[in-house]
């Protein structure tokens, strides 16, 4: 998902259309966590970028999207953009645990 959100609407409230981003955003994430797994991969990694502009975007984690969301509207920005792309990943074992009794 690469897109640039507006924080404003005709008809509905900013609150309202903060909230709808949110799902949208949400609902995204899931659908790609609900695909399949290529072979030998664990889970899938979300590369994400947030910012004013593409150009501005800097990297975040998947996990503190909505807390940049408030912030943005905080700070009165008329958008904001967002990327999210997802990776499949490989867990490695910790080397410093031992599982074997």
């Known amino acids: 998902m690469k897109k640039t959100f507006a924080l404003t609407h005709a008809k509905l409230q900013q ?3 903060v ?8 609902k995204y994430l899931a659908r ?3 695909k399949a797994l290529p072979e030998g991969k664990d889970y899938w990694a979300f590369d994400c970028r947030f910012g004013e502009t593409e150009q501005q975007a800097v990297k975040v984690f998947n996990s503190d999207i909505n807390k940049k969301i408030d ?3 905080e700070q009165q920005w008329p958008a904001f953009y967002v990327e999210i792309l997802a ?3 490989t867990h490695l074992p910790r080397p410093d645990v031992d599982f074997e009794d």
């Open 32 to 34: 790609e966590r609900r």
């Open 71 to 73: 912030a943005a509207v």
């Open 87 to 89: 990776r499949s990943c």
């Open 19 to 26: 909230d709808a981003i949110k799902h949208e955003i949400k």
């Open 15 to 17: 609150a309202r259309l």
